[in-house]
């Protein structure tokens, strides 16, 4: 052989442990710059099937509850989870036992589970398998590997899925303790919202409601994840200041003297107050501003403060329009809802005044049928597959024209879940 010849032969294997040097590279950045359990997983079994130069990959995770392993991703399934007993076939095996399996022949080995197999038409041939283990030897899922593309899994390739393996239980391990941490925080926000809304029965489910329709208009203004958030937190707690109002005056049946609507103006106050002693993450930083700027009007006669346009933050714009729409289409102590008219010439009217313009056009971008599923959300009334039919595709923007055209059907469908749509005054 000449050295022509061997030198080539050295720099192959060279090009080739530098390529998966490079993949192992850009997947760990990627990686580490995500916080989403389920981008995390797909990441990781991409590249697992790339480095490794298999046909599928699986990522399965570890339900300790029901002692079943589930499919978190696994290519060439599409979005189907699969589900199993935790020490069923080769993935099975190794959850219970922690060893690495390498099988070269799928069909030869007694532990091996057909099933998916003959369900599907796939044929498993190679089998690699290693457990996902945490920092202090917990299995919390396992990678399995399927058809080396070339020949079988080598020691290699098992070398590699370790080192995967560790970065990816650490990965999952910590975005599955922030996603615990964030669900027990966000349970503790609605049940305090709940608390807060339970004082007057008059108004319980208000905050919740709020933030529903909060949301829906982040979602017609594009608000990326980080933003929702900070709109869901505020939009919970932004009567969170009300703890602070007498009883007899947040319960006054007629309507309120100066004095009294001074003392109950103060919530927003008392709101800020209260969040700005409590501990959010950096991101969060603006949820006590903004949940104690939801009465401040565009035009600036808002109050605590007075801002105006741009000042007030844009999240508590989108609050206002959701508050005030709650508030009028829901019996209070002093008037009955509103007849959906004169709710609808509210936001019209305010339209660059009291409100931002470009909130109350996300507003009225939502669909009916929406709307309707959170106005009815927790009574008797439900929203039938006949009512969606009706309400296809239908916006609130719409439905303004189907109010000024008269009674037809879609008005009389909207009807029987909001009797003030006043008929009689439909032309």
């Known amino acids: 052989?000449?050295?022509?010849?061997?030198?080539?032969?050295?720099?192959?294997?060279?090009?080739?442990?530098?390529?998966?040097?490079?993949?192992?590279?850009?997947?760990?950045?990627?990686?580490?710059?995500?916080?989403?359990?389920?981008?995390?997983?797909?990441?990781?079994?991409?590249?697992?099937?790339?480095?490794?130069?298999?046909?599928?990959?699986?990522?399965?995770?570890?339900?300790?509850?029901?002692?079943?392993?589930?499919?978190?991703?696994?290519?060439?399934?599409?979005?189907e989870i699969i589900r199993f007993p935790a020490g069923k076939g080769l993935a099975g095996f190794s959850a219970k036992t922690g060893e690495t399996v390498n099988i070269k022949d799928a069909y030869s080995d007694e532990r091996f589970n057909p099933e998916f197999d003959r369900r599907t038409g796939y044929r498993t041939r190679t089998v690699l398998c290693m457990p996902l283990k945490t920092l202090t030897g917990d299995i919390i899922?396992?990678?399995?590997?399927?058809?080396?593309?070339?020949?079988?899994?080598?020691?290699?390739?098992?070398?590699?899925?370790?080192?995967?393996?560790?970065?990816?239980a650490g990965a999952v391990e910590k975005t599955m303790l922030y996603e615990e941490i964030r669900e027990s925080f966000t349970s503790f926000i609605n049940t305090l919202a709940e608390t807060i809304d339970a004082r007057d029965p008059m108004t319980a489910g208000h905050s919740s409601r709020v933030c529903s329709y909060a949301l829906l208009m982040a979602?017609?203004?594009?608000?990326?994840?980080?933003?929702?958030?900070?709109?869901?937190?505020?939009a919970l707690l932004h009567d969170l200041g009300k703890i602070g109002v007498r009883e007899a005056v947040l319960t006054k049946p007629g309507?309120?003297?100066?004095?009294?609507?001074?003392?109950?103006?103060?919530?927003?106050?008392?709101?800020?107050?209260?969040?700005?002693?409590?501990?959010?993450?950096?991101?969060f930083r603006e949820v006590p501003l903004v949940a104690s700027s939801h009465h401040e009007n565009y035009d600036g006669s808002g109050y605590p403060n007075?801002?105006?346009?741009?000042?007030?933050?844009?999240?508590?714009?989108?609050?206002?329009?959701?508050?005030?729409?709650?508030?009028?289409?829901?019996?209070?102590?002093?008037?009955?809802?509103?007849?959906?008219?004169?709710?609808?010439?509210?936001?019209?009217?305010?339209?660059?005044?009291?409100?931002?313009?470009?909130?109350?056009?996300?507003?009225?971008?939502?669909?009916?049928?929406k709307i309707l599923k959170i106005m009815t959300s927790g009574t008797e009334k439900e929203i039938t597959e006949n009512s969606l039919d009706i309400f296809k595709d239908i916006t609130l923007e719409d439905f303004l024209s189907h109010l000024d055209k008269g009674s037809g059907p879609v008005v009389k469908e909207f009807s029987k879940f909001y009797p003030a749509t006043d008929l009689k005054n439909v032309s």
Not at 13 to 23: A, T, W, Y
Not at 26 to 47: G, P, Q
């Open 1 to 79: 052989m000449s050295k022509k010849n061997s030198d080539t032969e050295k720099k192959e294997p060279e090009k080739m442990v530098d390529s998966k040097l490079s993949l192992i590279l850009r997947y760990s950045a990627e990686i580490s710059a995500c916080d989403n359990l389920e981008t995390i997983v797909s990441l990781i079994a991409d590249e697992t099937k790339e480095l490794l130069e298999a046909d599928r990959c699986s990522v399965y995770l570890l339900d300790n509850g029901d002692d079943q392993l589930y499919s978190w991703v696994s290519h060439g399934l599409k979005s």
């Open 141 to 168: 899922g396992v990678f399995q590997v399927l058809n080396k593309k070339s020949g079988v899994f080598t020691p290699q390739d098992e070398d590699i899925l370790s080192m995967l393996s560790n970065h990816a």
């Open 219 to 234: 979602d017609k203004m594009n608000y990326n994840p980080t933003k929702r958030e900070i709109l869901k937190y505020a």
């Open 255 to 283: 309507r309120l003297d100066p004095a009294e609507r001074e003392h109950i103006q103060r919530h927003v106050l008392v709101t800020k107050k209260i969040l700005e002693r409590t501990h959010f993450q950096p991101k």
């Open 306 to 369: 007075g801002y105006s346009g741009e000042d007030i933050p844009e999240i508590s714009r989108i609050m206002a329009v959701a508050d005030v729409f709650d508030a009028v289409t829901y019996k209070r102590h002093y008037r009955e809802p509103m007849p959906f008219k004169d709710v609808i010439r509210i936001f019209k009217d305010g339209s660059g005044s009291k409100f931002d313009s470009r909130c109350v056009k996300a507003f009225f971008k939502i669909e009916v049928y």
